[in-house]
């Protein structure tokens, strides 16, 4: 069981890669709800070594999880985002959350 992945490759339907495709696109990102959805975010690097850890170390018929203490919200990510590519950390459009929209993911 692993937190949300981030890094190349990640489809771009994905939070993180939508943004980033939608600012290099010239369209404005959205964010659902108030932003204050959040997630323990794992770079792929980092989750595909704890998972050679644990096919390595591991044990049978065990669970693993797999985190990154890396908790952040929604509006906090995408503002980083906006920030890391030269954009004003409020240049996003706000949009109604979707129902049943998990809060928070541990």
């Not at 404005?28 to 959805?37: A, D, H, I, S, V």
């Not at 906090?76 to 129902?99: H, K, N, Q, S, Y």
Request: glycine share 10%; charged share 30%; proline share 5%.
């Amino acid at each position: 069981n692993c937190s949300n992945n981030y890094g190349p490759y990640q489809h771009v339907e994905k939070f993180i890669p939508r943004q980033i495709t939608n600012i290099i696109d010239g369209v404005r990102p959205k964010l659902y709800g108030k932003g204050e959805n959040v997630r323990d975010w794992i770079h792929t690097e980092d989750h595909s070594s704890a998972v050679w850890d644990i096919l390595t170390k591991g044990r049978m018929g065990e669970t693993y999880l797999i985190g990154a203490n890396g908790e952040r919200d929604n509006i906090t990510v995408l503002r980083m985002i906006l920030e890391a590519m030269g954009r004003d950390p409020g240049d996003f459009d706000w949009v109604a959350d979707r129902p049943g929209h998990d809060r928070r993911y541990a």
